[in-house]
């Protein structure tokens, strides 16, 4: 067997074909080249195996797994587990490094260490792979610790990990499905330091197969769970029994989470999906999020939280072309909000303006 490498890179793929190829090729373009890049392909249904079976002919550092699906987090710790590198380099199989992001990453961790994690910057694309925004996390670990006590600010398919760090915290655990990354990085920040590079790393392809409403909850419930799990841990040293097939609304209640908490954490996660969601135009899938947030809101939402759906409504369907809908959504809003009524009148003033002085098509 050849000597190890020091890096490992880990991906997992399910039904991938559509982007897989630009993940690879950056990992294969990387500046930094000592590395091993172990898949898993978790009972894709689609081309992604014949793609990495292609792609495996080519350059033997490629180690291509088949395996039936069985999620992504069984794939992921059976990726972390086959690694033979010192640092474990995480990738999904739509997003894009940047040429030099290992050989910052091994320099910083060579450098540092007592880090065991590290994140970095991230630029959003589209599923064209046109810039839409940039996400910028704390850089020091104090900074990072006291954040991740609220929220996580590290993008999982930008890390770099020590493999040893991994193993001692047995790596992803299955009751925080859709947030077993939150779960990690809190267990780790317990015994080990954690930072993230100012640098840009990673391209975060924003696109629909990430999301639906369904899997938006079940990330919310593992992410409530991991932040209450860590708070037992810290005040008792035990960690808390949770069910394998994942956590819900009653684990929550066990663990101390108020419904006003889980409440306002499900209405914010869909608000801000559906913001990307309008982001890269899909409108429909965007409103589907805002009435579900609507529906969240009528027990236990302000009315400031209910004039930001309206007014993301309002977003969604004038970017559709449906000025009227968007007008009596940013009237709701406006009832709702009464600062908002400037903005109201404005664009009603401007759609009278507009659509008023259109004249009639006349008749063929």
Excluded at 105 to 113: A, E, G, I, M, S
Excluded at 200 to 227: D, M, T
Excluded at 302 to 330: K, M, N
């Amino acid at each position: 067997m050849p000597s190890a490498p020091l890096v490992s890179v880990v991906m997992a793929v399910f039904d991938g074909e559509r982007y897989i190829r630009d993940a690879i090729d950056s990992i294969l373009g990387q500046s930094f080249q000592d590395f091993e890049f172990i898949i898993i392909n978790d009972g894709s249904t689609d081309n992604t195996a014949g793609i990495l079976q292609q792609y495996a002919q080519l350059d033997e550092r490629l180690l291509v797994f088949q395996q039936e699906n069985r999620g992504l987090i069984a794939a992921l710790n059976r990726g972390c587990g086959l690694a033979r590198g010192k640092y474990i380099a995480r990738l999904d199989a739509d997003d894009i490094c940047v040429p030099d992001r290992f050989e910052k990453q091994v320099d910083f961790l060579d450098r540092h260490p007592a880090v065991a994690v590290l994140g970095g910057a991230i630029k959003l694309i589209n599923p064209k792979g046109a810039l839409i925004g940039e996400w910028r996390y704390p850089v020091e670990d104090r900074q990072i610790k006291e954040e991740l006590l609220r929220t996580n600010c590290l993008c999982h398919p930008a890390i770099m990990m020590r493999k040893d760090a991994f193993d001692a915290t047995e790596g992803y655990r299955r009751p925080f499905r859709h947030a077993e990354d939150y779960d990690l990085w809190l267990r780790i920040a317990e015994r080990f330091e954690l930072a993230n590079l100012p640098d840009i790393l990673l391209y975060y392809r924003v696109h629909a197969g990430q999301v639906s409403p369904k899997n938006l909850s079940q990330q919310v419930f593992s992410a409530l769970a991991a932040e209450a799990a860590a708070r037992i841990r810290r005040d008792t040293g035990q960690d808390p029994s949770l069910p394998l097939d994942g956590v819900n609304s009653d684990s929550l209640v066990s663990l101390a989470v108020s419904r006003d908490r889980l409440t306002q954490a499900l209405i914010t996660r869909h608000l801000s999906w559906a913001g990307q969601m309008r982001e890269i135009g899909e409108y429909r899938l965007a409103e589907e999020l805002l009435r579900k947030a609507l529906v969240l809101s009528r027990a236990e939402a302000t009315r400031d939280w209910l004039a930001d759906i309206h007014v993301e409504f309002a977003r969604c369907q004038y970017l559709r072309g449906t000025p009227v809908g968007a007008l009596i959504s940013l009237a709701k809003a406006a009832a709702l909000n009464p600062t908002l009524a400037p903005s109201f009148l404005r664009y009603a003033w401007l759609a009278v303006r507009r659509f008023g002085s259109q004249s009639p098509h006349p008749e063929d």
